[in-house]
């Protein structure tokens, strides 16, 4: 149980372009859903926090024009880098609350961004 | 903020060996803590995690975990390690407060094991 997957697992995208990335929980509600970003060898940083049916909360220094969440249903969020550049270039995961479930996040596998 | 530091980047061991992450985390109220095993290719896995309790937490393929308040640690264990155990591991920190669902993750840990 508690499955998190993430569509594409891999997109390369020219500079300008926009790149769309989906994460569902495959057999649980999600309520709260949640974006990092991982560089090389580095850990993960929280982007937002994604909650059904609202606006998602952006950590500092995330741009929410440009990293646009949407979060439609209790089993799906979408994370839209509009614009993209070379430096958007990274491995972006979402992770899932399971509503009722105390505060544990499950991962999806992941999704790399190359922009050209 | 809360943060976490996991002050061993890269760890070699030969099969079998006894194994020892160290995880601080710096934060003065109740937290959550857990340990995510991401193997090569593969999307981060929990480990254990603990809420309240035993600090002894036992989680899964042999790994344990000891909270120790007074020294804000959270470090893993694992008594004999295998080959399959190469992976990166993250600690990471949910801290109660006006973000209760965040997770701060240190920087991880390479546990590379030998034959």
């Known amino acids: 149980g508690a499955v998190v997957s993430q569509h594409p697992s891999r997109v390369i995208c020219k500079s300008g372009t926009s790149v769309k990335i989906e994460c569902r929980s495959l057999?649980?509600?999600?309520?709260?859903m949640f974006w990092y970003r991982q560089f090389p060898k580095q850990s993960l940083m929280l982007m937002a926090t994604?909650?059904?049916?609202?606006?998602?909360?952006?950590e500092q220094g995330v741009e929410k024009d440009k990293f646009l969440i949407n979060h439609a249903s209790l089993t799906l969020s979408t994370l839209t880098v509009t614009s993209a550049h070379p430096e958007d270039s990274s491995f972006y995961i979402c992770?899932?609350?399971?509503?009722?479930?105390?505060?544990?996040?499950?991962f999806g596998p992941g999704t790399r961004l190359l922009v050209l | 903020a809360q943060s976490v530091s996991q002050h061993n980047h890269h760890v070699i061991l030969s099969e079998a060996a006894s194994l020892e992450l160290g995880c601080n985390y710096s934060?003065?109220?109740?937290?959550?803590l857990f340990w995510y095993v991401q193997y090569p290719g593969q999307h981060l896995q929990l480990l254990l995690k603990?809420?309240?309790?035993?600090?002894l937490v036992k989680g899964i393929k042999g790994f344990e975990a000891e909270f120790i308040k007074s020294k804000f640690s959270f470090n893993l264990r694992k008594p004999s390690v295998q080959w399959s155990d190469t992976a990166e591991y993250f600690c990471?920190?949910?801290?109660?407060?006006?973000?209760?669902?965040?997770?701060?993750f240190g920087t991880g840990t390479r546990l590379q094991v030998t034959l």
């Open positions: 057999d649980f509600q999600a309520t709260t």
């Open positions: 992770s899932a609350r399971q509503a009722g479930i105390k505060e544990t996040q499950y």
């Open positions: 934060y003065g109220g109740t937290v959550n």
């Open positions: 994604s909650n059904e049916g609202s606006k998602a909360t952006y």
């Open positions: 603990y809420f309240s309790g035993d600090p």
């Open positions: 990471a920190v949910n801290a109660w407060g006006g973000t209760a669902s965040k997770l701060t």
